[in-house]
């Protein structure tokens, strides 16, 4: 059995430290491993960072992290991720880790994502350039998140994103914005390997569980959704 | 009476603003007053979204409900055979 701690949508800043310290000092006990989902910042700044990695670094168990839309807002991303992987923490975007547990070798592959919608009720590559780009941000990123799930070589695989790859975990959010919270193509990417467990954030007032179109279990982990400091998910 | 005009102010004033950035707040426009609900991370945070929407609009009443969301350890795991 593999033991995985998930929370997203920390939002840190300097108001935040310290809040998820006493749960994260007992988190070894229950977890091998903490997955971030993204939005782990207010704005995207070096000074918000360095509030995650003061939080969730150094805690004895690895912690792997992707980023989200707010991580984005302030154009810092590289000194972001710099400062969360000298915390020891890493950020995986289109690409893979595979960290050695009790249970096996557990292997994340994550990516942001972006939105775009679910079928039937999606954007299209069409039209204007603004329009083009958008979707095919989420394409790419897509087909980056599946190579890399594809490619892992480990006992069990896990998909990492902040935005949604169904729409079952959206359940609450009001349906007009579905577009701008996820997109199937990231549930695609996830179907076309083995995956055990697909995880993610960004919809605060969305649901827990889901699965995607080929059974993959999604659990939103978003804070404000899983309402406690993590969730843990007991895999095999 | 308030118009949706100011609830889409608002929503966006709640994103936008360089010391808000919450998305996850929801804008409810009621006959005479607006409300404000969810969660957000901090007490000041929440603090803040009072004083600051108030501050943009003085003339909306405002009714708020707004938690600080529980960061406690978990005391149960979800088993995935
Ligand atoms: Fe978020
Ligand atoms: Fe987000």
């Known amino acids: 059995m593999i033991r995985v701690a998930a929370v997203g949508d920390v939002h840190m800043d300097q108001d ?26 207010r704005h995207g700044t070096e000074s918000e960072a360095r509030c995650v ?14 980023l989200g839309n707010h991580d984005h807002h302030c154009d810092q991303v590289p000194q972001v991720v710099k ?3 000298d915390a020891g923490i890493a950020v995986l ?6 960290v050695d547990t009790p249970g096996g070798a557990l292997g994340i592959a994550g990516a942001k994502g972006f939105g775009g919608g679910f079928a039937g009720r999606c954007a299209s590559e069409f039209g204007e350039p603004e329009m083009k780009a958008f979707v095919r941000t989420t394409s790419v990123t897509a087909e980056q998140l599946g190579a890399a799930l594809r490619e892992l070589d480990c006992d069990t695989r896990v998909a990492l994103t902040h935005y949604a790859p169904v729409p079952d975990t959206l359940a609450g959010e009001p349906p007009e914005i579905y577009p701008f919270l996820g997109s199937y193509l990231l549930g695609q990417a996830i179907d076309s390997a083995p995956t055990a467990l697909a995880v993610h954030g960004h919809a605060h007032a969305g649901t827990e569980r889901g699965t995607t179109p080929g059974g993959v279990r999604v659990r939103n982990v978003a804070h404000p959704v899983i309402k406690q400091a993590y969730s843990v998910f007991h895999l095999g | 009476m308030i118009d949706e005009y100011t609830e889409a102010a608002v929503q966006r004033l709640l994103t936008e603003h360089g010391g808000l950035a919450e998305q996850g707040i929801k804008v409810v426009r009621r006959e005479r007053v607006l409300v404000l609900c969810g969660e957000v991370e901090s007490r000041q945070r929440r603090d803040e979204i009072l004083r600051l929407v108030h501050e943009s609009f003085p003339d909306v009443p405002l009714s708020v409900d707004i938690g600080v969301t529980r960061a406690n350890a978990p005391t149960e795991a979800e088993e995935l055979p």
């Open chain 1, 16 to 41: 935040v430290v310290g809040r998820f310290r006493p749960a994260l000092d007992r988190l070894p006990e229950q977890a091998d491993v903490l997955l971030l989902a993204g939005d782990l910042t």
């Open chain 1, 53 to 66: 990695a003061a939080e969730f670094g150094g805690l004895g168990v690895p912690v792997v992290a992707v």
């Open chain 1, 83 to 85: 400062v969360l992987t």
């Open chain 1, 93 to 98: 975007e289109g690409d893979s880790t595979v």
